[in-house]
């Protein structure tokens, strides 16, 4: 399988199978894209796009890369890829640590914190029954991860300390290492507690939409006041001090309907000195008027490229930012397993509510019939969905089989699957379009960069 597209001025080629990536003249991807669905021997280019010599060298390289097993190359064999085999080791902990919050956001998909439930703190001995948890069933795998999250977090600040410092005591006791990040949205945000996080969190993501307008649109206080002016500065102090530290954190935005032109909160938070961005899609399976919908599409894609324009203008003028879903590793990048299996909820991946209950991911919680177990039964966990989840890959779904992207999306988010296709084997329409995009931009990026290299 191949793919071919046009990012500003560059031909750019995909070979899914080899996984290589090639820049081409204008007559070698008019030749390629004539192929499509048919032998390339068979291919009859345009009439009189271009001269016989340019078409006659076109197919010279093209034959040449497909020798060398770089285009058109088979793809792995199911038999070698399918991750069904895999036992049930658990690696990451998504922790509950408060089902509150201190903002009220509109495209929440928590329930303002709550989880469609009642309110609560975690309890510090659910917490470390939690870790005990993780501990306990993560195999031979030494390298875990927990991610403090809520609601927020930081209303439950003490517990995460004790936390960290329980954690710490009983990964030397398995011979493991935990790896704690948490998110946040800065309203409790000091400095008390960001020297804390600062030493303690491996990484940090910083809740912010963009330009004042458009985050206070749907970020606001309980009493229904505009975060902007609260949080701003002093997520943007604590960024500075992961930096000087050598430390990882994104400032992680969310785009509605409202803010189609999401580029231009990209610009504005790397004007305030943000290096490391993330803006995500608001989606929704109800009707809901910040919600996005595939007829947002064309808007949202010229967007993506002006985006990519603006981060080739920041690269050129010696300031370049990191945007998340641009990075892209075209060298050795996950592992053919990762690549199949997708993100691990419900078989490596689980979250820990605060009364204990476990569910498949943090987007599950609350939801009875994907509870799975609490931490503070003994014997009390079950993965009744273990089956569903581990066979969720990109082989299973019709979808992802003839898609040129599958092996760098691995399926898309279980969750989004369940909840607007209503089936775990129909990733979201919407998501694999944005996704694809961003694919395309990111690669094409890689290939620009290569191209102006001294």
């Known amino acids: 399988m191949i793919h071919t ?11 899914v199978g080899s996984g290589a990536v090639h820049v081409c003249s204008d007559a070698a991807a008019a030749l390629l894209r004539a192929c499509e669905g048919q032998p390339q021997a068979d291919a009859r280019p345009p009439e009189d796009a271009f001269s016989a010599a340019e078409f006659a060298s076109a197919r010279e390289e093209i034959d040449a890369l497909t020798r060398a097993g770089l ?12 991750p069904e085999d895999r036992g049930a080791v658990i690696k990451a902990l998504c922790l509950h640590v408060a089902h509150d919050c201190n903002m009220r956001c509109a495209y929440c998909f928590a329930d303002a914190g709550g989880y469609a439930g009642a309110r609560a703190l975690l309890p510090l001995e659910t917490g470390k029954r939690a870790i005990d948890f993780l501990l306990g069933r993560s195999g031979a795998r030494r390298n ?18 004790a936390l960290v410092q ?10 493991k290492n935990i790896r704690f990040t948490l998110t946040t949205n800065g309203l409790l945000l000091d400095d008390e507690k960001a020297a804390f996080i600062n030493e303690h969190m491996d990484n940090v993501i910083l809740s912010l939409d963009g330009r004042p307008e458009v985050n206070d649109r749907c970020r606001r206080t309980v009493t229904g006041e505009g975060t902007y002016a609260h949080v701003a500065e002093k997520l943007l102090r604590f960024a500075k001090a992961r930096e000087a530290a050598g430390k990882l954190y994104y400032v992680r935005g969310t785009y509605t309907k409202y803010n189609k032109d999401f580029a231009g909160d990209v610009r504005h938070l790397a004007d305030l000195g943000f290096r490391n961005i993330s803006v995500e899609p608001a989606v929704s399976d109800k009707p809901e008027p910040w919600a996005l919908a595939e007829g947002d599409l064309p808007e949202l894609f010229a967007e993506y490229d002006r985006l990519a324009d603006f981060m080739r203008e920041r690269e ?17 990048g996950p592992c053919a397993y990762k690549r ?25 919680a609350g939801e009875p019939a994907y509870r799975i177990g609490n931490v503070l039964t003994a014997g009390g966990f079950e993965n009744k969905w273990f089956d569903a989840f581990n066979k969720a890959h990109v082989f299973s779904k019709e979808a992802c089989r003839g898609c040129w992207a599958k092996y760098y999306c691995s399926g898309g988010c279980h969750a989004n699957a369940l909840r607007m296709e209503g089936d ?30 001294p």
């Open 166 to 175: 329980y954690g710490r005591e009983r990964e030397k006791d398995y011979g």
């Open 340 to 364: 199949v299996a997708g993100c691990g909820a419900g078989t490596e991946y689980v979250a820990v509510t605060p009364e204990g209950d476990i569910y498949p991911c943090h987007q599950f």
């Open 5 to 15: 597209y046009k990012f500003q001025d560059i031909n750019v080629v995909l070979d």
């Open 71 to 82: 285009l058109d190359a088979p793809e792995t064999g199911e038999d070698v890829l399918l």
């Open 144 to 161: 875990l991860e927990i991610d403090f999250f809520g609601g927020e977090p930081l209303m439950n600040f003490e517990v995460v300390k």
């Open 316 to 332: 050129q003028a010696g300031q370049p930012i990191s945007f998340f879903h641009f990075n892209v590793d075209l060298e050795q």
């Open 424 to 453: 775990l084997l129909r990733p979201h329409r919407l998501s694999c379009a944005i996704e694809r995009k961003r694919l395309e931009c990111a690669i094409g990026l890689v290939c620009a960069r290569a191209l102006t290299c």
